[in-house]
């Protein structure tokens, strides 16, 4: 009997335990749908084998461009930290940021951190460099004009500026 | 005694009822996290008031093209059933479908059923229209060049034609 008693126990217990677990696994699954990103739309595409970046970074060209239709459509997915050397796009560019937060700084101007829902327009010829922040993943869908010419890279983000610029990400919603 | 018993009863129905509900709202929550879109990242933004389509249609002007950063990049959000009428991008376009099913056809050619994920590149000066399936939202992202000229509007897609469509709208993810 007291096996039983045990076993009546264990199910009683079970029983109470079962909504917990049953909204718990909900929200595990809320939680998967609210993380949907545009990388469940288009597919996160190809890791960057590029030296011009730091960390990983995966490339998905959604839309060539060439001479009949002028711009490049393309998905740039970055890990927490990783970062483009900084460089110029001849013809400009427009990143619609579609995941994480991140930072975008032109040259000589402070770094503006940027989030999910943000649209960023870099004008022709403007040195700058854009990245994930440290602790957050980063997304955006980038539309680049290529018949003016191709990127131009030139330094790596040195580490040291990149560090102090730490502080400030953990900043939400900024 | 026989009101307690039957208390006693209706909460052992309602623990019986718990798992059960608190799924339920678990599923609910998590449908509604699916349904995410990009609408949810970037603002819908207004309603056309433009007599160059049939239907509910929201438009949000991401970035507009002009001479230094030529393609204008901007979102639109049909309401099942609206579509634009037969027009012509001089300088082209692209489109990255963001939510739903909808319809593409080029003059002379077979209607294309596309869903969230396709990209359509439609060439300059190709007549064409697209909009929403009569029962499914949609949603794109759209980057036309602006420099080559402005869009021509032609004649209204006749409901026949569309209504002789809605066959094939239902077969999901044609």
Redesign the interface.
């Known amino acids: 009997m007291k096996q039983l008693s045990s076993t009546k126990g264990e199910i009683a217990g079970m029983?109470a335990k079962?909504?917990i677990t049953?909204?718990a696994?909900?929200?595990v699954?809320?939680?998967?749908?609210?993380a949907?990103t545009?990388e469940q739309?288009?597919p996160k595409g190809d890791l960057s084998a590029a030296k011009n970046h730091t960390g990983k970074i995966w490339l998905n060209e959604?839309?060539e461009g060439d001479s009949?239709?002028?711009?490049s459509?393309a998905m740039a997915t970055y890990d927490a930290g990783a970062k483009l050397d900084w460089h110029i796009h001849p013809?400009?560019q427009?990143l619609?940021i579609?995941e994480g937060t991140g930072y975008y700084q032109e040259r000589g101007k402070p770094v503006r951190i940027v989030h999910?829902?943000d649209?960023i327009?870099c004008?022709?010829g403007v040195e700058h460099w854009h990245g994930a922040a440290p602790n957050s993943g980063f997304a955006y869908?980038a539309?680049t004009?290529t018949q003016k010419g191709k990127t131009i890279w030139l330094e790596p983000v040195s580490e040291k500026d990149y560090e102090s610029l730490k502080e400030r990400s953990v900043r939400p919603n900024e």
């Open positions: 029983r079962l909504p049953t909204f696994v909900g929200l699954l809320l939680v998967q749908g609210r949907q545009t739309i288009f959604l839309s009949t239709f002028d711009p459509v013809g400009g427009v619609l579609t999910k829902g649209v327009k004008a022709p869908i539309v004009p």
